[in-house]
């Protein structure tokens, strides 16, 4: 055990800090800190010793200089249970300093401003604070080191019930945070600093630091025989699934998250109230319409065999009327921006049923990351949605208002099916998804099964492929389906090959000029 007598507080975020250094009176700590925070603590009658009285040397440079002095890192690094250090120590009028509360200047939160100066940036790297916070976490056996507000409760309890003092188990502990801390808070500095080495929009450092926080421990991973945790990113992206609020139900496992990024990701992508159903991380239904229970009707009448025990995401206030109709399906996961009072009311007749809340919001992460054996592969998301300004109409017939809406829906549905991708859609429905397969023209004839088993017409329907149609070989066999347009990227050696085929069949049809490959 250590008994705590003297501390030295010096914290940015000042959250709680007044409650926890009266917690150090009582016990008779004394208490050592700096500019803001000594001058907190006297506002609130806490008494406080300035370190530069400490040390007798006064803060300098514009208050770069304060800590960094032989008397705080001598009373922090000195070895409790080394003769010679004591000597020394005692020698050169070096107290013990057995406690160090340190947060760092908020550099994240500063570089997060929009047009921040490099100037303000520079500024709001801490120095003595890493360094304070090092020493104590490398002399844990005789320092603790608390970097996080959180664990002042912690730290309250283990006095308490130590009268004063802390044991090495807990000094361990918030060794560990400590390091975290500052590893975390230098690869935001690096990560900023490398990220001004280019003008580019998309920024490759040489070296890429990546820092995520672990949320929860999953069910399980793929397979239950593997284990699995989820990590967030440190500054979380704003309607993000990983921002995600579980209302109710089970436990999550690794293939639900993966799943319901997908779903979520989708349905973001549309402006009327829609609905998505993923299972595989495949869009298996998707639906749109003025009204939510229409759009899921229509999402899970596209294929019911698969949305048995898949994920539903809505991009709307999900309602009663939804949320019935939801319930009479077997379904894992429920996302939405809300839930209306009635329908969790609903959903507790199902308590399993994982029902997520995630805000609404567009955003995208700067990074898509992949690991591979030994390696990372990192590209910019695919964020690009087309509209009909982008559209090519590269056939003789061309498309009327509501068959240019169909392969709008259509395009956008096909961006979240694994490649090769085809979607057929009619009236903002999807009615067949052919994905994953090795051949464009299988996931074409899949498409056209699944929609027949689903007892859909396509006649007249819509087709997108997320990536150009190498022969017409495809093009008959969505012809034949009933398929009347297709919108596809274009760049085939071959595209007039396949161009006069659509003239040839009747069919409309327009290139993109961009291709959504998702593997």
């Known amino acids: 055990m250590i008994k705590i007598k003297r501390a030295l507080i010096s914290v940015s975020d000042k959250k709680g800090i007044i409650d926890f250094a009266k917690i150090l009176i009582k016990y008779n700590v004394e208490i050592l800190s700096t500019g803001g925070t000594a001058k907190l603590f006297a506002e609130n009658n806490i008494p406080v010793i300035e370190v530069s009285d400490y040390t007798g040397f006064p803060e300098m440079l514009d208050g770069r200089v304060k800590t960094l002095h032989p008397k705080i890192h001598g009373g922090i690094l000195g070895k409790r249970d080394d003769e010679k250090h004591l000597q020394t120590m005692i020698k050169s009028n070096i107290p013990l300093i057995d406690l160090v509360v340190v947060n760092l200047y908020p550099f994240e939160a500063t570089i997060s401003k929009e047009n921040c100066p490099l100037s303000e940036a520079i500024e709001n790297i801490d120095i003595g604070g890493p360094a ?11 320092v603790a080191v608390v970097t996080d507000s959180s664990d ?4 309250e309890d283990a006095l308490k019930k130590n009268d004063g003092a802390l044991n090495l188990e807990c000094r361990f502990i918030l060794a560990k945070k400590a390091f975290e801390h500052t590893a975390k808070y230098d690869l935001a500095i690096s990560n900023y600093l490398n990220g001004l080495d280019t003008n580019k929009n998309v920024t490759y450092p040489k070296k890429l630091n990546l820092a995520f926080n672990k949320k929860m421990d999953l069910r399980y991973g793929e397979n239950p025989h593997q284990s699995a945790s989820f990590y967030v990113d440190e500054i979380a992206t704003k309607g993000s699934l990983a921002s995600f609020k579980q209302l ?9 998250l993966n799943d319901a990024d997908t779903a979520w990701e989708c349905v973001k992508s549309f402006k009327l109230p829609s609905c998505v159903i993923v299972k595989h991380a495949n869009p298996c239904g998707v639906g749109s319409s003025k009204d939510l229970l229409d759009a899921y009707k229509k999402a899970f009448s596209t294929d019911p065999t698969s949305a048995f025990g898949g994920i539903i995401a809505c991009n709307t206030a999900l309602d009663k009327n939804t949320a019935s109709q939801i319930i009479s399906q077997f379904v894992e996961v429920v996302i939405a921006p809300f839930y209306e009072a009635e329908s969790l009311k609903i959903f507790e007749s199902k308590p399993n049923i994982r029902l997520l809340e995630v805000t609404l919001d567009n955003n995208f992460n700067a990074f898509e990351l992949k690991k591979i054996g030994g390696g990372l592969l990192v590209q910019s998301p695919d964020n690009f949605n087309i509209d009909m300004d982008h559209c090519k109409i590269v056939s003789k017939l061309k498309p009327n208002q509501e068959q240019m809406a169909d392969m709008l829906f259509a395009w956008r549905v096909a961006k979240y099916v694994k490649s090769n991708a085809i979607v057929f859609c009619k009236n903002n429905q999807t009615l067949g998804i052919g994905a994953g397969q090795m051949s464009r023209v299988d996931s074409t004839k ?8 689903a007892n859909l017409d396509l006649i007249n329907s819509v087709v997108a492929s997320d990536a150009f149609f190498p022969f017409r070989d495809g093009i008959d066999v969505l012809a034949t389906a009933g398929a009347k347009c297709v919108i596809q990227p274009g760049g085939s050696l071959r595209d007039e090959e396949v161009i006069s085929a659509a003239d040839e069949l009747g069919l409309v049809m327009l ?6 490959f998702r593997h």
């Open 132 to 142: 304070m916070i090092r020493s104590s976490a490398k002399n844990y056996n005789g």
């Open 248 to 256: 109710q139900g089970k436990e999550l496992s690794y293939n639900n």
């Open 511 to 516: 290139f993109t000029g961009y291709r959504h």
């Open 446 to 453: 899949i498409a056209s099964i699944k929609a027949q088993n």
């Open 152 to 155: 002042y409760k912690m730290i």
